[in-house]
């Protein structure tokens, strides 16, 4: 049995704004490693590991 992938694929932070405008989306907001600690693993109380490669992107619709 194959184990599923869970990276699919990886893109350079400063290019994830225009990827995203092709599709009609706009950047809010990006986090990396740190910041995502610092907001949401940190305020639940747990100590799990992010990776430096880790990011995540809060986009809306335009």
Aim: cysteine-free; proline content about 5%; aromatic content about 10%.
């Amino acid at each position: 049995m194959e184990k599923e992938r869970l990276w699919r694929f990886g893109m350079d932070p400063d290019e994830v704004g225009d990827f995203l405008a092709d599709y009609g989306w706009r950047v809010l907001e990006q986090a990396g490693a740190e910041e995502l600690i610092e907001k949401y693993v940190r305020p639940t109380g747990r100590a799990m590991p992010v990776s430096e490669i880790e990011r995540t992107v809060l986009a809306e619709k335009v």
